[in-house]
């Protein structure tokens, strides 16, 4: 089988108007990968202390992935909340990207979008950090199926550093560059 180490750490969340953040992460693939050592999924500490709208996650990612085929390759999802001072949280970021194809370290950076409302109600309640909208279904955030039935606006970036080692992919006729 053809593996690939994801190995790295969520850095940095940029550009989000609310003051308390936290993000979840996960790493989505399809039915041909499996997971060997690690963990595809996570969460951060909430970071309070913003300069300049950037809060600092450093949570590391480490993952050990083996594949039969490269049909469904791994995405990297992740889902900001924000936190108030009632320790309420409601998501402010949904947004993908598909891990990098070649080995080596890379800088990803991943652009998020919330859900909106048309009613000035709601987006008053958002504006004084009382909550926002969430999905029902996390999964229409990277499948992209129900997704165009959404009112959105873009959020702010996440970014992530990662480093990729890939290991019998041209064993098995796959060229890496």
């Known amino acids: ?8 750490e969520l850095r940095t969340a940029v550009d989000f108007e609310e ?4 993000c979840r992460w996960s790493v989505q693939f399809g039915s041909s990968w499996k997971v060997i050592e690690g963990y595809a999924e996570g969460q951060s500490c909430c970071s309070t202390a913003r300069i300049e709208q950037r809060s600092d996650f450093c949570t590391p990612i480490d993952l050990h992935l083996a ?13 900001v909340f924000a936190v108030n001072a009632l320790q309420q949280y409601w998501p402010v970021g949904y947004g993908f990207a598909f891990v990098p194809t070649c080995p080596g370290h890379h800088r990803v950076q991943i652009a998020t979008w919330k859900v909106s409302s048309p009613r000035l109600a709601d987006t008053l309640r958002e504006r004084f950090h009382t909550g926002g909208f969430s999905l029902a279904k ?7 199926i129900e997704r165009y039935k959404l ?11 990662l480093m990729l080692i890939f290991k019998n992919f041209v064993e098995y006729g796959v060229e890496l560059h």
Not at 1 to 8: D, R
Not at 19 to 22: A, C, G, K, T, Y
Not at 138 to 144: E, Q, V
């Open 138 to 144: 996390s999964d229409i955030a990277f499948s992209g």
């Open 19 to 22: 003051p308390n953040l936290f």
């Open 67 to 79: 594949c039969r085929g490269i049909q469904g390759w791994p995405k990297l999802h992740v889902e």
């Open 151 to 161: 009112l959105t606006k873009t959020s702010g970036t996440v970014e992530l550093e």
């Open 1 to 8: 089988m053809a593996e690939l180490h994801v190995i790295g």
